[in-house]
């Protein structure tokens, strides 16, 4: 089973910062990877799949690079909308897994 | 526009059977490429995926859970079916079914969500 693991676990951010978020897997994954974002008592919404492709009517400042292992998700400016829990999910191999999540909190 | 939307009890006791469905609009589940999938989020924790199948009713399953679930599908109805047996107070969770549209698995759309207790 891949592990993935998301730092860092938490960060408080002041809005219009630049945040950038890890995600590394245990082994290589090419670029099957996706990020989600989650607000309290919602469900997930994709951000990012393929690792940098993003996902319909996603504002520009959110961006995804990465591949093999190391990830990253960037947000340019943080808005005060963005403020969530983020997660990353391989899909390279069975079992998909998910990362543990980073907690983006207003500063 | 797809939808999903998970239904089922909200509290069960240990060692009980959870079924849950899973009802969507928006795609068929006869032609792909399209999989759903389960996943769960106990409180205050992390994503957790569960069950998935596809169109041509391959279904995959998380090995640590695979001998107390299984997935199945009605494409008629629309709907896809989790059973998990053996419940525990672990497993008490928000339960999601999410979509995905093609063979690489990732998730476009989600269910609101099904939040289920574990407790006698």
């Known amino acids: 089973e891949i592990v993935m693991t998301q730092s860092p676990a938490a960060l408080s951010v002041s809005p219009g910062e630049r945040v950038t978020l890890s995600c590394r897997a245990s082994?290589?994954?090419?670029?099957?990877l996706a990020w989600y974002q989650q607000k309290p008592g919602q469900a997930p919404r994709v951000l990012i799949y393929?690792?940098?492709t993003r996902a319909a009517s996603l504002p520009a400042r959110f961006s995804g690079s990465g591949s093999g292992t190391e990830f990253t998700l960037t947000i340019s400016s943080l808005q005060s909308e963005d403020f969530a829990v983020y997660y990353c999910?391989?899909?390279?191999?069975?079992?998909?897994?998910f990362g543990q999540g980073t907690r983006v909190e207003i500063k | 526009q797809i939808t999903l939307k998970e239904s089922g009890p909200t509290l069960v006791k240990p060692t009980q059977t959870l079924t849950l469905t899973c009802t969507f609009s928006?795609?068929?589940?006869?032609?792909?490429?399209?999989?759903v999938a389960w996943i769960r989020q106990p409180p205050g924790r992390a994503l957790e995926w569960l069950a998935l199948?596809?169109?041509?009713?391959?279904?995959r399953y998380s090995p640590s859970l695979k001998s107390r679930l299984s997935i199945t599908k009605d494409a008629s109805k629309n709907q896809v079916v989790l059973t998990m047996t053996n419940m525990d107070p672990v497993d008490t969770a928000t339960y999601y079914c999410?979509?995905?549209?093609?063979?690489?698995?990732?998730?476009?759309?989600w269910g609101q969500g099904a939040l289920v207790a574990v407790s006698s």
């Open positions: 199948i596809f169109w041509d009713d391959d279904e």
């Open positions: 393929g690792a940098s």
């Open positions: 082994q290589t994954i090419s670029s099957k």
């Open positions: 999910q391989q899909y390279d191999s069975w079992p998909m897994t």
């Open positions: 928006g795609f068929s589940l006869s032609t792909g490429p399209v999989a």
């Open positions: 999410a979509h995905s549209g093609g063979l690489a698995v990732w998730f476009g759309s």
